[in-house]
């Protein structure tokens, strides 16, 4: 099979042990991440070749990031070294009923001074199967926004599969572009729709209820007004406090509706990145297995990053079968 190809930033997440909060601790731990290498590195888990695009710092924090995303399987022959610094982000990790608080540093980023001319997607997207994207890429700058632009523009032009997780963040669009055309545009070019009614709404300016009565008609209606969209994935949670959680994922494939079992999570270990834990889980499942079993792949996916400290998921697809198949107990396997 061919290769799936992520674009984004590459980001360092610094965090306090444990749940302690910043002033109360003298010890920090650190990880890489980001959305896009997130999901690049859960693909590479379940056996997929990756590769993941972005630029990092030419320094030993660079080379550091770039060391991590090799070690997990991802291809990063194509990370362009920059003057300027790695971003990272600074994380508490709440409790209870404390929500977990976080602060970026990332305005003047490796990432956000990207070259759009150093990247070469002819050569970047041979033998690519699958291009995956997120709307917090084209917000980042306008130097991140033309480089995914060209590389969407080519890809759909070679009949890649392009999935589009929308991810509009009003405070991350500060360079003057107008945020709704642009991931109208952006999508436009997509297969993939990873997003429901808000995500939609917030695309169309609509005001579907999130619910099935709602997802419905707007997967249809986003499909209307978006041809190229050939499918919409959601996922649903309730949180009932920081630790505890349920989730659920439904579907919109164009003929018909599915929604899965719920998974409930009552010890949370880490929840940043679920969401892309669930993007890679339901790419792997359109690769491999039919429109529902990926849908149930997705959803335990994202139920099982619950369970791993640090951004990705390092799960391997027999973990994720096991929760489909019903093994929910976390019994000692001998």
């Keep these: 099979m061919g290769k799936v190809v992520t674009f984004g930033e590459v980001l360092m997440r610094i965090a306090p042990l444990g749940n302690k909060k910043l002033k109360q601790s003298n010890q920090l731990e650190y990880y890489f991440g980001g959305?896009?290498?997130?999901?690049?590195?859960?693909?590479?888990?379940?056996?997929?070749?990756?590769?993941?695009?972005?630029?990092?710092?030419?320094?030993?924090?660079?080379d550091a990031a770039k060391s991590y995303l090799s070690k997990f399987g991802v291809n990063t022959n194509a990370i362009i070294d920059?003057?300027?610094?790695?971003?990272?982000?600074?994380?508490?990790?709440?409790?209870?009923?404390?929500?977990?608080?976080i602060s970026y540093n990332r305005s003047n980023s490796s990432f956000c001074n990207i070259d759009p001319k150093k990247i070469d997607w002819e050569k970047i997207l041979e033998n690519c199967q699958w291009f995956h994207w997120t709307g917090i890429t084209p917000a980042l700058s306008n130097n991140a926004y033309q480089a995914l632009k060209e590389g969407l523009k080519l890809?759909?032009?070679?009949?890649?599969?392009?999935?589009?997780?929308?991810?509009?963040?009003?405070n991350l669009w500060n360079y003057g572009k107008d945020a709704v055309k642009i991931l109208n545009e952006l999508v436009g070019l997509s297969t993939i729709f990873i997003g429901g009614p808000n995500e939609i709404n917030e695309l169309l300016d609509t005001t579907f209820l999130n619910s099935k009565?709602?997802?419905?008609?707007?997967s249809k209606l986003l499909i209307d007004e978006h041809p190229n969209i050939k499918k919409v994935y959601d996922k649903t949670r309730v949180s009932l406090?920081?630790?505890?959680?349920?989730?659920?994922?439904?579907?919109?494939?164009?003929?018909?509706y599915a929604q899965t079992n719920e998974i409930e999570i009552t010890h949370v270990v880490d929840r940043i990145g679920t969401g892309d834990a669930y993007a890679a889980g339901l790419i792997h499942g359109l690769l491999h297995y039919d429109d529902i079993m990926a849908l149930e792949f997705a959803?335990?996916?994202?139920?099982?990053?619950?369970?791993?400290?640090?951004?990705?998921?390092?799960?391997?697809?027999?973990?994720?079968?096991?929760?489909?198949?019903?093994?929910?107990?976390g019994r000692i396997i001998r």
């Excluded at 890809?155 to 509009?168: C, E, L, M, Q």
Aim: hydrophobic share 40%; charged share 20%.
């Design 35 to 62: 959305t896009e290498a997130n999901v690049a590195i859960s693909l590479s888990q379940f056996g997929n070749k990756t590769q993941h695009i972005s630029a990092v710092s030419n320094d030993f924090i660079g």
């Design 82 to 101: 920059t003057d300027h610094p790695l971003g990272m982000y600074f994380l508490e990790v709440g409790a209870v009923m404390r929500s977990s608080t």
């Design 155 to 170: 890809a759909h032009k070679k009949g890649i599969t392009i999935s589009a997780d929308p991810a509009y963040r009003s």
């Design 213 to 218: 009565e709602g997802f419905i008609p707007a």
């Design 241 to 256: 406090n920081a630790n505890w959680h349920k989730i659920t994922a439904r579907m919109w494939n164009g003929n018909e």
């Design 299 to 329: 959803n335990a996916a994202c139920g099982l990053k619950h369970t791993i400290e640090g951004d990705a998921n390092l799960v391997t697809e027999e973990e994720v079968l096991r929760i489909i198949r019903g093994n929910l107990t």
